[in-house]
């Protein structure tokens, strides 16, 4: 597979503390994403980044940002967390060139429990 | 409101049965794919469908894309407990840069 590592693989935190979330790939993919997965929802995209220093927003942005200093790095930032974030988190690359058809491979998810 | 629309959510047979999975939208996608997770895990590509009314098997698994490329399904013939997991489909969006997922349905297969 793509080798995505997360990490941590869980977290409890408290509200309002920051928190930060690490994704490493080591295939050199272009494009990386942010998801997170709650019951009756399915994944729903926080933010994605198309290559170094380029991010965009998801359809669930407010109360996160996302840095990508390097190819391989992809972080989530939670800035005050809140309870409404507790959820599974998952991050995924997807290798981008040519045409747009190609899958996208997942993390094994971070358990993030916000008290 | 979810673009992408799943049904069922839950679904909970005896090993042998059939069962279908669909998927339904507004929109029109470049493609839909299907992904299938385990417990403790990220979700793993099992199909891509990209081309309206095709259809694709995998082994007693069969996809079809519908022909204005707005639904697809996934029957399982002969279900086994193997096939237990969250059954995901997701359109492509944007070129295919992004990806809408559907709520996701849950699938239990009983021995």
């Known amino acids: 597979d793509a080798g995505i590592t997360q990490s941590p693989r869980h977290k409890v935190t408290e509200t309002g503390t920051p928190v930060t979330l690490r994704c490493h790939q080591t295939?050199?993919?272009?494009?990386m994403y942010w998801y997170r997965q709650d019951p009756g929802h399915g994944l729903r995209l926080i933010h994605y980044?198309?290559?170094?220093?380029d991010t965009d927003k998801g359809e669930v942005s407010d109360g996160y940002s996302v840095s990508r200093s390097k190819t391989e790095d992809f972080l989530l930032t939670l800035e005050s967390a809140t309870s409404s974030q507790t959820s599974v988190y998952f991050c995924?690359?997807?290798w981008g060139a040519g045409k747009g058809n190609q899958p996208q491979h997942f993390g094994d998810g971070t358990r993030l429990s916000i008290l | 409101t979810q673009l992408l629309e799943q049904s069922p959510q839950f679904l909970s047979i005896q090993e042998g049965e059939n069962l279908t999975v669909y998927c339904n939208s507004s929109?029109?996608?470049?493609?839909l794919q299907w992904y299938r997770q385990e417990p403790g895990e990220g979700p793993v590509l099992l199909v891509t469908?990209?081309?309206?009314?095709e259809v694709k098997k995998l082994k007693r698994l069969t996809f079809q894309f519908g022909d204005a490329r707005k639904d697809s399904s996934l029957h399982i013939t002969a279900a086994q407990p193997g096939d237990t997991g969250l059954y995901l489909c997701?359109?492509?969006?944007?070129?295919?840069?992004?990806?809408?997922f559907g709520a996701g349905t849950i699938l239990r297969v009983k021995s």
């Open positions: 995924a690359t997807r």
């Open positions: 997701a359109g492509a969006m944007e070129y295919g840069n992004k990806l809408v």
């Open positions: 980044s198309y290559g170094v220093k």
């Open positions: 469908v990209v081309t309206g009314g």
């Open positions: 295939e050199n993919h272009r494009y």
């Open positions: 929109s029109v996608f470049s493609s």
